[in-house]
């Protein structure tokens, strides 16, 4: 029997990291080179993951740019 799971964004895999880590948005939000708002979006699933960012994220949290990127591109499918 097939199951559909409902996709996942990128940003609620980073919102989790981020929380657990206890990492304030907008010191996260500085720290990269973003704006909150930009973080925000992506943490909220309201804006896609890009591969510039996804570098980012990989210097600031030690997550896998390659495999956001795949999340993303699963989400996007």
Sequence with gaps: KYVCQRP???GEIIKEEVEYRNIKQPKLAEQ??????MLNDI???RRPL?????MLFEV???????VLMRI???YNI
């Design 32 to 37: 990269m080179g973003i704006s909150y708002k």
């Design 8 to 10: 996942i964004h990128p």
């Design 43 to 45: 943490l909220n699933c």
């Design 72 to 74: 993303q591109i699963d």
């Design 50 to 54: 890009i591969t510039p960012t996804a």
């Design 60 to 66: 600031a949290l030690g997550r896998s740019a390659e």
